[in-house]
């Protein structure tokens, strides 16, 4: 295979127009991670993964959430264990 002057050496199709479709093509994909300078930092992630664990958790006991947020998730889980009811965020009544 000819060598494209647009791509890496390392670019398996060597068909990009310009060096900066052969860069975005064979850039690894890190979905929601930060760079810093000790490395890739997936605190963010983490911290999302936490939240949507705990709304799940609500959900699946009857109790919706106004959104995925911890604190709206916190306030919703509080309101129905004082009220002996799931909290329906969406109303912002108890469910019957």
């Known amino acids: 295979m000819e ?3 647009h ?3 390392s670019c ?3 068909d990009h127009t310009n060096e900066a479709d052969c860069w975005r093509e064979n850039m690894p994909m890190f979905v929601g991670v930060s760079p810093t300078k000790y490395g890739w930092d997936q605190t963010k992630v983490k911290k999302d993964e936490r939240e949507l664990a705990s709304y799940y ?3 699946r006991q009857g109790i919706e959430p106004r959104s995925t947020q911890q604190k ?3 306030a919703a889980v509080k309101l129905s264990n ?3 009811k ?3 965020g969406t109303t912002l009544k108890f469910k019957d």
Do not use: H, M, S, Y
């Open 3 to 5: 060598r494209n002057p």
């Open 7 to 9: 791509c890496k050496t």
């Open 12 to 14: 398996p199709t060597q």
């Open 57 to 59: 958790g609500a959900i």
């Open 72 to 74: 709206d998730i916190d």
């Open 82 to 84: 004082d009220a002996g």
């Open 86 to 88: 799931a909290f329906d």
